[in-house]
């Protein structure tokens, strides 16, 4: 079992920026790949970016693409997203996540078994 707690959350204002963290814990060989996702109320869980092991493949959506980086340590203890020119958009709960039979781009939330409590992110204009 995998257990992830996210941390770093907070209020900011838009052009601003946060460092999200995302602490693993457990069978941590079994995260092949970690994702951040995000989630506003009554909407759908959308991706905004992910890690394989070994910090080299990374991907972003669109929407993260240019502002957020993602990294993770040297042994996929913890998992990071730069948040940079953060805009009124980006308000949601953030979720870290971790797979095991990752594929692709790796930002299906199907493809994640584990996932954490939930940082909450708030950009006021």
């Known amino acids: 079992q995998v257990h992830l707690v996210e941390s770093g959350g907070g209020s900011v204002q838009a052009g601003g920026s946060l460092r999200l963290s995302c602490a693993i814990s457990g069978d941590t060989y079994s995260a092949n790949c970690v994702a951040w996702f995000r989630q506003v109320s009554g909407k759908e869980r959308e991706a905004v970016a992910s890690i394989y092991r070994g910090g080299v493949h990374t991907y972003y959506t669109s929407s993260a693409k240019g502002r957020f980086t993602i990294s993770q340590d040297n042994n996929m203890n913890t998992v990071s997203l730069q948040m940079n020119s953060l805009d009124v958009e980006d308000t949601a709960m953030y979720f870290c996540?971790?797979?095991?039979?990752?594929?692709?781009?790796?930002?299906?939330?199907?493809?994640?078994?584990?996932w954490g409590q939930g940082t909450q992110v708030t950009v006021s204009s």
């Open positions: 996540a971790s797979g095991y039979r990752c594929q692709g781009s790796a930002l299906a939330a199907e493809g994640y078994n584990y």
